[in-house]
């Protein structure tokens, strides 16, 4: 069975606020090291209500604070929002204070609208030069060379281990001829899955970080009880990806009875090609899922998002999914 890690956006559910939703995301990772979680990352979202890890090297840093052992890093940040020197001075403070635990996944989309962009002050077509920013960023992560005149502190000699993350060809490719681990976001756009794990391990080059390709599968898993209780709660999710073809703006909603109250026949056709690799359900349907999800994708890790409304429910499934991983 391949390594399990979680992917966490901080989730601001109604009647909750936003401090709370990021101490639930530092309990879960302690819990979840426990559990045999290997890695626990934050995503970088911004001008979104519901998700609180905008800033993500800061909750990075809270995370990691209140753990032991558990990798803690970033799935991802979107580089272009960015420049790779206070990249390099940020995850290098974090691997200064954090040794040994820190990993840094990049993508190259915004993650965010195109007004937001503005308010970061990045040109809207600065994802061409991604490739560029992840070499330099890599630089800036090594040890400083002779001559050197600008250096990243701290952030210099720490060759924080860095990530390729896409839902395209274009990051296989990438990861690939870098030499990179790669991670495909197949819990929101699984369209390219095979396509991309194909050409990430057909194109593999060695590399001074990693001698052999290396794929994480992102992959939505509801665990409960029962597969009726599981798919009450994965409403939730359903729910929030309606909302977005809405352009509506709200908090993570509790589990309602019936999704097909909600959504229209086109949302559910859009959310259900965006969540066609999800599990949910009791301990038999999610075993069966993961091993299947296992063995088409020869995935070396899964990281699993379980966006649910009820915290000790999350907690739960969490907890379940790794008896299962670990029962296989």
């Known amino acids: 069975m391949p390594r399990l890690s979680i992917l966490e956006l901080g989730r601001v559910r109604e009647g909750g606020d936003r401090r709370t939703a990021l101490d639930e995301a530092r309990e879960l990772a ?20 519901a998700v609180t890890t905008a800033a993500t090297s800061l909750v990075i840093a809270h995370v990691a604070a209140g753990t032991r052992r558990i990798r803690v890093g970033a799935g991802g940040v ?9 990249i390099a001075e940020q995850f290098g403070t974090l691997a200064t ?37 992840v070499q330099e960023l890599q630089a800036w992560l090594a040890p400083v060379q002779p001559g050197q005149r600008i250096e990243a502190v701290p952030g210099s000699g720490t060759e924080v281990p860095l990530w390729i993350l ?60 029962t597969d009726a209780e599981a798919r009450r709660l994965a409403t939730s999710q359903q729910m929030s990806f309606a909302d977005i073809f809405r ?6 909603r509790p589990p309602i009875d019936d999704i097909e109250d909600y959504w229209t026949p086109q949302e559910k056709a859009q959310a259900s090609q965006m969540l066609a690799h999800s599990i949910i359900g009791g301990p038999e349907t999610v075993r069966a899922g993961m091993q299947a999800l296992a063995e088409r994708t020869g995935a070396d890790e899964l990281m699993v998002v379980s966006d649910l409304f009820d915290f000790e429910l999350r907690l739960r499934s969490f907890r379940m999914i790794a008896e299962i991983a670990g029962a296989l």
Do not use: C
Request: aromatic content about 10%; hydrophobic content about 40%.
């Open 166 to 225: 896409g839902s395209s060809l274009f990051g296989a490719q990438l990861a690939a001829e870098l030499g990179l681990p790669y991670g495909f976001a197949s819990h929101f756009a699984p369209q390219a899955l095979d396509q991309a794990l194909a050409i990430y391990r057909e194109r593999f080059k060695p590399s001074p970080q990693l001698d052999k390709p290396y794929a994480l599968v992102g992959v939505n898993i509801v665990a409960a009880p």
């Open 97 to 133: 204070l954090f040794p040994g635990r820190i990993d840094l996944g990049l993508g190259r989309a915004p993650g965010t609208d195109q007004l937001t962009l503005r308010a970061l002050r990045r040109p809207p077509g600065n994802s061409d030069n991604f490739p560029q920013d």
């Open 78 to 86: 979107m580089l272009p929002n960015h420049a790779p020197y206070i």
């Open 30 to 49: 302690r819990q979840a090291e426990d559990w045999g979680y290997e890695r626990f990352w934050i995503a970088e979202h911004h001008n979104m209500p």
């Open 247 to 252: 352009g509506a703006r709200n908090l993570t």
